[in-house]
């Protein structure tokens, strides 16, 4: 299933919408404003046009009927009854990183917006953080930083904590914790009908694991609890190389990928075009006192034009990467995988997604001016066996990923000025993504697995996880929610069926 704001194909009849009426725009604001008026703001108000514009690409934002911002869990279950009583469509907005469009806003229907869930405690024993979809990672890794601890969430500062986790959560500790998902230990979640209910282990076990990985199909999330994670400091930064050693960069990337054996380290290689084209490793290591540990040795050898590399907390590093983020520019990014368990195979999966990336690349500069394309980047993230058994060890996800493998999920990022692009951008990163995985599939590196977090409006992303798991998932969706609210009145973002 595709994500979007288009009518929703219905497969088979595994949804039966509630009402009788077509789904109404305008009459969730209504309903929402005669009950709880002050948390809802129409488009003459700056708290309206403040968060209808609040996203990471400007290709996300559209023009909703209103916004309403609830004030807490109880405030959302009373505003998400009403709405679905209306027959309403509305869309839900976290850290707004989901660079879709129709994922995370509306045209005329009701937006969401989580800014005002602001929990944010330690537990006792400091070992759990309980957080509110209102913040960013940039927040959760300052206030953890006091304790000098640290949590299994994004890269990048700017990034939203609630998408990310039910996204999966591809993070610096992987090795060493698995997804961020995996480090969930409790969810307080508003189900379809306006309950508020707790989702762990032994409470709601099913909805538990569909929460990691499922996106938002299930209801919508006003807390997670987290393990937090020991780390005052890191070695971390940029390693930059010039273009005559992406050889041995794309070398250095397929030997770390065929053997993760520092479970405290983790890169990501990224290509980027340019006039001449940089290669650039994200290398970070989870330690306070060793630097240029040996296992980065192939990348570390390569002569760097410039390097950041160094201790720091990761609130220092999380900004530091989240510099990358240019505000008010147009941004797609687009997933895929191959896997492997040798040198080899990795060797050639990287290199058949670079040759036929670069390819692909002149038809896009003939059609946009250098001037008016931002960034491109080419980047790719080694999944291996100490991440997937780590998720193994907390109870696992609904990612579906086989522990004997070694996943390289690769993304491609493009981002450029000027929306008279936007199909010209698009048409081409669909194309490309094609050509890629049909040169994968042919080589028999291909798989499935599209990482939500990274993934295009194009892609899908449950049939990825497997029959099985995509099947539990859509049964669990109908436990929880047995009119598809989910689904229906909420369209936006990735849906199981
Ligand atoms: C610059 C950048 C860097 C990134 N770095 C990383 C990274 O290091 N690791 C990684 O794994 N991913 C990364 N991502 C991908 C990221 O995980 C996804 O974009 C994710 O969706 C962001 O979460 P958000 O809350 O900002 O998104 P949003 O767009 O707000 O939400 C994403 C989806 O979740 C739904 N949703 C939001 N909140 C809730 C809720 N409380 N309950 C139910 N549904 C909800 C929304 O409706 C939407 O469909 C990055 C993305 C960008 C743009
Ligand atoms: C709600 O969130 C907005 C945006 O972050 C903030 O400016 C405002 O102070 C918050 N209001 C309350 C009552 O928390
Ligand atoms: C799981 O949920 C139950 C019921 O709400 C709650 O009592 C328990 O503390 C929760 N467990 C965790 C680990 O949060
Ligand atoms: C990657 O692509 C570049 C540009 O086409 C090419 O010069 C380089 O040899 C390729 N490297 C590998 C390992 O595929
Ligand atoms: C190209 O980018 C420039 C700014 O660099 C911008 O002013 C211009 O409008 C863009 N072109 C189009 C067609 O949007
Ligand atoms: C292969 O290419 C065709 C047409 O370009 C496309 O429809 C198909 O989805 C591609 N296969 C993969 C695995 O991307």
Redesign the pocket.
């Known amino acids: 299933m595709r994500v979007g704001s288009v009518a929703l194909p219905l497969a088979g009849a595994a949804v039966t919408v509630a009402a009788n009426s077509m789904p109404s725009l305008s009459a969730g604001c209504h309903a929402l404003a005669k009950l709880l008026g002050d948390a809802v703001f129409y488009r003459d108000s700056n708290v309206y046009k403040y968060e209808s514009k609040n996203f990471w690409s400007s290709t996300e934002i559209l023009s909703p009927g209103c916004v309403f911002r609830p004030q807490s869990s109880a405030q959302l279950a009373e505003g998400l009854e009403a709405l679905v009583d209306a027959n309403a469509e509305f869309a839900v907005r976290g850290g707004g990183h989901m660079g879709i469009k129709g994922s995370n806003s509306i045209n005329g229907g009701v937006l969401v917006v989580m800014s005002n869930l602001t929990t944010m405690h330690l537990n006792e024993d400091k070992s759990i953080l309980s957080v509110g979809p209102a913040y960013r990672w940039a927040d959760v890794y300052s206030y953890l930083g006091k304790h000098d601890l640290s949590a299994a969430g994004g890269r990048l500062g700017p990034v939203g904590v609630p998408g990310l986790l039910l996204a999966g959560g591809i993070n610096f500790y992987g090795n060493q914790v698995g997804f961020g998902c995996d480090t969930v230990v409790n969810y307080e979640i508003v189900l379809a009908d306006g309950s508020i209910v707790q989702a762990n282990k032994t409470s709601n076990p099913d909805l538990f694991w569909a929460l990691k990985g499922g996106s938002s199909n299930f209801g919508l999330v006003t807390r997670f609890d987290l393990e937090t994670i020991k780390s005052p400091k890191v070695w971390a930064g940029s390693h930059t190389v010039s273009e005559k050693y992406i050889d041995r960069f794309l070398a250095a990337a397929a030997k770390y990928a065929s053997d993760i054996s520092d479970p405290k380290t983790h890169i990501v290689p990224a290509l980027v075009p340019g006039d001449s084209t940089l290669a650039s490793v994200i290398l970070f290591y989870d330690s306070d006192t060793v630097s240029y540990p040996d296992i980065f040795k192939p990348f570390t050898d390569i002569p760097a034009i410039s390097s950041t590399v160094g201790f720091k907390t990761v609130a220092e590093f999380a900004a530091e990467t989240g510099e990358m983020v240019v505000d008010g520019i147009n941004d797609v990014f687009i997933a895929g995988t191959v896997k492997g368990t040798t040198y080899k195979d990795l060797h050639q999966g990287i290199s058949i997604i670079n040759t036929t990336f670069f390819n692909e690349l002149p038809k896009l500069y003939k059609q946009i001016p250098a001037a008016n394309i931002s960034t491109i980047q080419l980047d790719w993230q080694p999944i291996g066996a100490d991440w997937m058994k780590a998720s193994e060890a907390r109870g696992g996800n609904a990612l579906g990923l086989d522990s004997s493998q070694v996943y390289l999920c690769y993304a491609e990022v493009v981002e450029w000025i000027g929306s008279a692009y936007d199909d010209i951008v698009a048409k081409w990163v669909e194309?490309t993504?094609?050509?890629i995985?049909?040169a994968t599939?042919k080589a028999g590196l291909?798989d499935a697995f599209n990482y939500m977090g990274d993934s295009a409006g194009f892609q899908s992303i449950f049939p990825g996880y497997g029959e099985e798991n995509h099947q539990r998932l859509i049964s669990i969706a109908q436990k929880y929610d047995p009119h598809g609210v989910f689904q229906t009145l909420m369209p936006g973002g990735f849906k199981v069926y």
Do not use: E, L, P
């Open positions: 194309d993504t094609h050509a995985n049909n599939k291909y």
